[in-house]
């Protein structure tokens, strides 16, 4: 008996650790690589990381803290839910690419687009490869992406100034649901960088945390 001892002290010790484990995330999110010379890549050490370590903490949102890089053309992309895309410049989807895009949208997935100050004039007729029918629409103050978590009663928050312009959401609906959301002249991605990175300041970090926290809550529950 007294052999055993040692493995049943250790077994006791070990419950509440494991009782503490964390649970296997619920989502992964998927950053889109794109070709056209344009840098799909922006922000990428420290924006979407930052966002899915806010998510966990203040929605305790379950999401994988490693994001996943994946081409527009790969059948991978279907194991995210949820798809981000970024940049400054160029970008060009093949044929094959813009039909793989609109299968995942139209199968359940969710794409947001967050632009980075350059990134219009290209994204554009690129997505209306994608969905030809459709146009971006802007999205009323009232939409629920905009009061989930966190209210925003003006719409989308002003985090980095470039023409002073407004900020604003576009969206795409197909079939009654909102497949893929756009954030014009807000550049939430910058915000969510580390602070060292724009200096900016916490009141506007937090802003751009918040309505980033708002986007994937609203395209997990649809609501």
């Known amino acids: 008996m007294k052999r055993f001892l040692p493995f049943v002290l250790l077994f006791t010790v070990m419950l509440p650790l494991l009782a503490l484990a964390p649970a296997k995330p619920s989502y992964q999110i998927a950053v889109i690589k794109y070709g056209g010379g344009g840098d799909w890549y922006a922000n990428l050490e420290t924006s979407l990381p930052n966002l899915i370590r806010f998510c966990n903490q203040e929605l305790n949102m379950n999401i ?131 602070a060292a990175v724009h200096n900016d300041s916490e009141a506007t970090r937090t802003k751009a945390f918040r309505m980033g926290a708002n986007i994937l809550q609203y395209a997990f529950t649809g609501q």
């Not at 990134?119 to 969905?131: A, G, H, S, T, Y």
């Open 64 to 194: 994988d803290p490693e994001q996943a890089i994946v081409e527009v053309s790969s059948s991978e992309l279907f194991n995210y839910p949820f798809a981000h895309l970024t940049g400054h410049g160029n970008i060009i989807f093949s044929g094959q690419e813009a039909e793989n895009l609109r299968s995942y949208l139209i199968g359940g997935g969710f794409l947001h687009i967050d632009d980075n100050y350059g990134l219009d004039e290209f994204i554009r007729p690129q997505m209306k490869r994608v969905f030809p029918e459709l146009d971006f629409v802007e999205l009323p103050f009232s939409h629920p992406i905009y009061h989930q978590k966190f209210d925003f009663p003006n719409g989308l928050p002003k985090i980095h100034e470039h023409d002073n312009r407004p900020p604003q959401g576009f969206g795409l609906i197909y079939e009654g649901r909102l497949v893929c959301f756009y954030s014009f002249e807000s550049d939430l991605g910058d915000g969510w960088e580390s």
